[in-house]
């Protein structure tokens, strides 16, 4: 099983409509959790971070995080073509692991917003 | 200011230059990080220096050669390069290295290094 698991798409919405992307982790201490953008060419840009269960909002975008499932989301609400770019989720790994310290990365899914 | 620089943006080297990658912050960060990113793959961590000492370093081959000279400032020392080192080269800093809150990572532009 991969440390942090998503699913590399591509993610076809159409203009305004929400995009879900989704993430797993397997490390059950980890606390911290971000979710990264990155065009093509450009380094990755953070633009969420949730330490703790449910929601957070921020703009058109939403956090949300499930620690009993080690499942983390992020949400996109009238999602516009410039959302294109793929998205990585990113965990930091848990106090007295191998992994603490260190973000680990999904492999990204590609998210495509078609006008 | 919360920006992560990077200089040069783009380097090209033979396999028997040596060159260096320089990154600079001035949030007051105490952490700082290098990645490998390779295309359409996720960043690779190599090193991190927390407080200006190396706290983790991911195996790397001793070509690549990291230096923290003070809080704001961390170089990537590269030498005898081969060309599968050719990758985007990002560094990225974050307040404290930790398990839980005020880690957040902010990652600078990146250098595009192509090694012939």
């Known amino acids: 099983q991969k440390e942090v698991e998503q699913n590399s798409g591509p993610l076809s919405v159409p203009e305004g409509a929400i995009a879900s992307l989704n993430c797993t982790y397997s490390?059950?201490?980890?606390?911290?959790f971000f979710w990264y953008r990155q065009y093509s060419g450009k380094s990755p840009e953070l633009i969420m971070f949730?330490?703790?269960?449910g929601d957070k909002e921020d703009g058109r975008f939403t956090a949300q995080l499930n620690k009993a499932s080690q499942y983390v989301s992020l949400l996109i609400r009238d999602s516009q073509p410039s959302d294109s770019a793929t998205y990585l989720c990113a965990v930091n790994g848990g106090p007295g692991s191998s992994n603490t310290g260190k973000l680990i990365f999904g492999q990204g899914t590609t998210l495509q917003v078609k006008p | 200011d919360t920006e992560v620089t990077q200089t040069p943006k783009h380097l090209v080297m033979g396999m028997t230059n040596k060159k260096s990658l320089k990154c600079e912050q001035h949030?007051?960060?105490?952490?700082m990080y290098w990645y490998k990113q390779k295309a359409k793959k996720p960043p690779e961590l190599m090193f991190v220096y927390s407080y200006e000492k190396l706290s983790i370093n991911e195996s790397v081959p001793s070509r690549f050669s990291p230096e923290c000279p003070n809080s704001s400032l961390l170089n990537l020392h590269l030498h005898a390069l081969q060309p599968e080192d050719s990758a985007l080269y990002l560094c990225a800093s974050s307040p404290q290295l930790l398990a839980g809150g005020n880690n957040e990572q902010f990652f600078g532009p990146g250098t595009r290094l192509t090694v012939l």
């Open positions: 949730i330490y703790s269960n």
């Open positions: 490390d059950r201490g980890s606390q911290s």
């Open positions: 949030m007051g960060h105490r952490a």
